[in-house]
């Protein structure tokens, strides 16, 4: 009878702690696609060169993400259909099958950068362990197959589980990190005046094209259509606008804490010193003598764990646009999904094993996102402003006006992001 007594509560503890994680795993499997190696380094990049000058431009990526999923959520509620779905029946077919080679070709670019970025950093650190370290192949293929193992089980439910834990790993790292090696508060502060800093004189790439990969890895498009596909399946309808909305700032104000903690990490430290960021791997040579063994250890962790958290969701994006495209049911057990993503996931083995520049894949990659960012702001608005789907719910002039603002700031983000990636070739 004590044994039942005591199980009881202990019973209901968990339930309620299963029914608050249940609110903010879309957010959390947002929050994980979005922190990945690519975003650490490119935070990493932007604070070594050029401190915390650049902090506003993850404030307004952070404002303008959180804009754009609350609004991608609030279409999915009013009607029920995805993007792709809604791209499909309302505009032209033709745009779903953009979106999905477009994305495709991003999600390619990330899946070898990821894991070049992962491998090169745990080689780095089994220096410490083994005589001339250890490959980065062996850790590339370690993580390869360990991400395709959880892949296996098929549930999203446990694919959002899984990632809580990765990104619950990643955050107190970063949050660490940031505490040991924070840079005065003046220096914060300043960095949220608007402003585009002179070319540092240590920068492989010049301020402009670092500004639209910052964009690029925060406001990003399959955010966005990802974002309708989670709040489908968790079975939303509009009485659920407010949970909607409170787990997708959950989910942006982590983004902003983690993207500022990396960019400050470095500021504090690198930039002090005069020092740039042309591989991952010299985050960790450079903070040990410069902040100790044990901040270089915890950014490690949280940047193995955030290239983990991101391939995760980048290896399931192409077949859940498949199956949003064609209307069938997701069931990532089916042999074709299977197959499909082994195949994507091997391109986390190209740069470790031809020697490719993994900062250079990621940071091309992000840019190549930005310029795909106006497409997805126009779609939104031509569809939340048609009277016949959303009905009252439709677009207001303050809504349309910020919508507005966000299209102007994605087509200047655009340009620069390809003024920029011309410059680098």
Same mark, same amino acid.
């Given at each position: 009878?004590?044994?039942?007594?005591?199980?009881?509560?202990?019973?209901?503890?968990?339930?309620?702690?299963?029914?608050?994680?249940?609110?903010?795993?879309?957010?959390?499997?947002?929050?994980?696609?979005?922190?990945?190696?690519?975003?650490?380094?490119?935070?990493?990049?932007?604070?070594?060169?050029?401190?915390?000058?650049?902090?506003?431009?993850?404030?307004?990526?952070?404002?303008?993400?959180?804009?754009?999923?609350?609004?991608?959520?609030?279409?999915?509620?009013?009607?029920?259909?995805?993007?792709?779905?809604?791209?499909?029946?309302?505009?032209?077919?033709?745009?779903?099958?953009?979106?999905?080679?477009?994305?495709?070709? &991003?999600?390619?670019?990330?899946?070898?950068?990821?894991?070049?970025?992962?491998?090169?950093?745990?080689?780095?650190?089994?220096?410490?362990?083994?005589?001339?370290?250890?490959?980065?192949?062996?850790?590339?293929?370690?993580?390869?197959?360990?991400?395709?193992?959880?892949?296996?089980?098929?549930?999203?439910? *446990? *694919?959002?589980?899984?990632?809580?834990?990765?990104?619950?790993?990643?955050?107190?790292?970063?949050?660490?990190?940031?505490?040991?090696?924070?840079?005065?508060?003046?220096?914060?502060?300043?960095?949220?005046?608007?402003?585009?800093?002179?070319?540092?004189?240590?920068?492989?790439? &010049?301020?402009?094209?670092?500004?639209? $990969?910052?964009?690029?890895?925060?406001?990003? $498009?399959?955010?966005?259509?990802?974002?309708?596909?989670?709040?489908?399946?968790?079975?939303?309808?509009?009485?659920?606008?407010?949970?909607?909305?409170?787990?997708?700032?959950?989910?942006?104000?982590?983004?902003?804490?983690?993207?500022?903690?990396?960019?400050?990490?470095?500021?504090?430290?690198?930039?002090?010193?005069?020092?740039?960021?042309?591989?991952?791997?010299?985050?960790?040579?450079?903070?040990?003598?410069?902040?100790?063994?044990?901040?270089?250890?915890?950014?490690?962790?949280?940047?193995?764990?955030?290239?983990?958290?991101?391939?995760?969701?980048?290896?399931?994006?192409?077949?859940?646009?498949?199956?949003?495209?064609?209307?069938?049911?997701?069931?990532?057990?089916?042999?074709?999904?299977?197959?499909?993503?082994?195949?994507?996931?091997?391109?986390?083995?190209?740069?470790?094993?031809?020697?490719?520049?993994?900062?250079?894949?990621?940071?091309?990659?992000?840019?190549?996102?930005?310029?795909?960012?106006?497409?997805?702001?126009?779609?939104?608005?031509?569809?939340?402003?048609?009277?016949?789907?959303?009905?009252?719910?439709?677009?207001?002039?303050?809504?349309?006006?910020?919508? &507005?603002?966000?299209?102007?700031?994605?087509?200047?983000?655009? $340009?620069?992001?390809?003024?920029?990636?011309?410059?680098?070739?």
């Amino acid at each position: 009878m004590v044994g039942q007594a005591n199980n009881g509560p202990a019973k209901t503890l968990r339930q309620r702690f299963a029914a608050a994680l249940a609110l903010v795993l879309p957010g959390i499997f947002l929050l994980g696609f979005n922190i990945g190696t690519g975003s650490v380094t490119t935070m990493a990049k932007a604070g070594a060169e050029y401190g915390m000058s650049l902090l506003w431009t993850i404030l307004a990526s952070c404002l303008c993400t959180f804009f754009m999923i609350n609004l991608y959520g609030r279409y999915t509620l009013v009607t029920g259909e995805t993007a792709l779905e809604a791209f499909k029946k309302h505009i032209h077919p033709a745009l779903g099958i953009f979106f999905i080679a477009a994305l495709a070709l &991003g999600v390619a670019g990330s899946v070898m950068g990821v894991m070049g970025i992962v491998a090169e950093i745990c080689y780095e650190w089994s220096k410490s362990l083994v005589a001339g370290g250890i490959a980065p192949i062996y850790f590339a293929a370690f993580f390869v197959s360990l991400v395709y193992y959880l892949f296996w089980d098929g549930r999203t439910q *446990f *694919f959002e589980r899984a990632l809580a834990v990765i990104v619950a790993i990643m955050s107190a790292a970063f949050l660490a990190n940031f505490f040991i090696m924070m840079p005065p508060p003046s220096a914060l502060l300043a960095g949220f005046i608007p402003s585009i800093p002179a070319v540092s004189a240590h920068s492989d790439t &010049g301020p402009l094209l670092v500004i639209a $990969s910052m964009i690029g890895t925060t406001v990003f $498009s399959g955010l966005f259509i990802i974002r309708t596909t989670l709040v489908k399946e968790a079975g939303w309808t509009l009485a659920d606008a407010p949970k909607q909305r409170n787990d997708a700032l959950f989910s942006v104000f982590l983004m902003f804490v983690i993207s500022a903690s990396i960019m400050a990490a470095a500021a504090g430290t690198l930039h002090v010193e005069g020092l740039a960021l042309t591989k991952a791997s010299q985050m960790i040579q450079l903070l040990e003598p410069l902040a100790g063994p044990l901040a270089a250890s915890i950014f490690a962790v949280g940047l193995i764990a955030a290239g983990v958290s991101s391939q995760f969701p980048n290896i399931l994006m192409i077949p859940w646009l498949l199956c949003d495209y064609r209307g069938s049911e997701r069931d990532m057990t089916l042999p074709q999904y299977r197959v499909l993503v082994f195949f994507i996931s091997l391109l986390g083995l190209v740069v470790p094993l031809f020697g490719a520049r993994p900062v250079a894949v990621m940071i091309v990659s992000q840019v190549f996102n930005v310029m795909v960012l106006p497409a997805t702001v126009a779609a939104i608005f031509y569809l939340t402003n048609r009277r016949e789907l959303m009905g009252e719910h439709r677009n207001g002039w303050g809504a349309n006006l910020v919508l &507005g603002a966000i299209l102007l700031f994605s087509l200047f983000t655009a $340009s620069i992001g390809a003024r920029g990636v011309l410059a680098l070739f």
